[in-house]
Nanobody
Framework: QVQLVESGGGLVQPGGSLRLSCAAS????????MSWYRQIPGKERELVAV????????TYADSVKGRFTISKDNAKNTMYLQMNSLKPEDTAVYYC???????????WGQGTQVTVSS
């Protein structure tokens, strides 16, 4: 069974940086598209960044382009989200998602809180 565990969240001042990690286990031989989402209470979950199974192609929400970088280390089964120049509006619970390529089968982590505040 696939399990995703996020870490690295916390409290940071505006303009600061954080790096989130998503450690995956239980992956099969299938290929997975990995993504980061975020959610503010009372709002729908928002797609932040996507990385393809080979790690070659990435996609970002307009709100984070140029500030966030998604990456992965396949040898460690770990995905990262480097967040720079953080803004108060980046405050949210950040979730890791893994979707089996070509299917609707997807898995979620438990989320990690990111708070940007002075």
């Amino acid at each position: 069974q696939v399990q995703l565990v996020e870490s690295g969240g916390g409290l940071v001042q505006p303009g600061g940086s954080l790096r989130l990690s998503c450690a995956a286990s239980g992956f099969t031989r299938s290929s997975y598209v990995m993504s980061w989402y975020r959610q503010i209470p009372g709002k729908e979950r928002e797609l932040v960044a996507v990385i393809t199974s080979g790690g070659i192609r990435t996609t970002y929400a307009d709100s984070v382009k140029g500030r966030f970088t998604i990456s992965k280390d396949n040898a460690k089964n770990t995905m990262y989200l480097q967040m720079n120049s953080l803004k108060p509006e980046d405050t949210a619970v950040y979730y890791c998602n893994a979707r089996v390529v070509g299917t609707d089968v997807a898995y979620w982590g438990q989320g990690t809180q990111v708070t940007v505040s002075s």
